[in-house]
C-alpha cells in the first residue's frame, strides 16, 4: 500500500474566480488557471512516495450550471500540465452524498481503487469540508490558509499560509 497526498482542486490547485462578489469554482474552462507553485508541490509530494489524487466537489454539474465538457477540459489541463491522472469528482450538490466532502467516500473509493494507505495520507484543502472529509478518513489535513477561510485557521493538523510553506513541510516527511 502507497501513501497518498489528497488534493483539493479548486483553491489548492487553480484559482478560484470571483462572481457575484464571492470567490468560487470555475464554471469554464477559459476561467481555469494553476496556482503558482503547484509544480513544485507535485514535485515534492512525489519525491517523498506520495501519490497525488484529485477530490474535487463540484457540484454546478450536479446543479446543472456548468457543462461536463467544460470540467473535462479542466480535468485535461490537470493532467497534460501537472501529470495528475487520478481525479475523483463529487458531482452532486447535497451533503447527504456519501462521495461529497465533508463525507470521507472520495478518498475510501481512491484507497480501494489505487491501494493506497490512509493511515500514512495527507490531504490538502482550503475550506472545512475538505478538513473533515480527511479527518473522517484518518488521513493527516493540511489548510491552506486564505483571506476566505480565516474562521478555520488552525483548524486541521498542520496549517500553512502558502503553497510553497506546503511544499517545504511536505520536504519534511
Known amino acids: 500500500m502507497n501513501p497518498a497526498l489528497f488534493l483539493d482542486r479548486d483553491g489548492v490547485l487553480n484559482e478560484l474566480v470571483l462572481r457575484d462578489g464571492a470567490f468560487v469554482s470555475p ?6 488557471r494553476l496556482v503558482d507553485g503547484v509544480t513544485e508541490l507535485l514535485s515534492a509530494a512525489v519525491s517523498k512516495g506520495l501519490i497525488p489524487v ?18 473535462a477540459a479542466m480535468h485535461r489541463r490537470l493532467t497534460a500540465e501537472l501529470g495528475l491522472e487520478k481525479i475523483l469528482v463529487a458531482e452532486a450538490g447535497e451533503d447527504t452524498d456519501p462521495l461529497r466532502k465533508p463525507n470521507p467516500g472520495m478518498l475510501f473509493l481512491a484507497a480501494e481503487k489505487w491501494n493506497l494507505d490512509l493511515g500514512h495520507s495527507w490531504l490538502i484543502g482550503d475550506s472545512v469540508k475538505d478538513i473533515e472529509a480527511g479527518q ?6 493540511i489548510l491552506l490558509e486564505t483571506n476566505y477561510n480565516r474562521e478555520y485557521h488552525g483548524s486541521a493538523d498542520e496549517n500553512f499560509p502558502s503553497i510553497r510553506d506546503i511544499t517545504q513541510f511536505l520536504l519534511t516527511l
Open 136 to 141: 473522517r478518513a484518518g488521513v493527516g489535513t
Open 27 to 32: 464554471r469554464f474552462a477559459s476561467e481555469f
Open 54 to 71: 484529485v477530490v474535487t466537489n463540484q457540484p454546478d454539474i450536479g446543479r446543472g450550471l456548468m457543462e461536463p465538457e467544460q470540467l
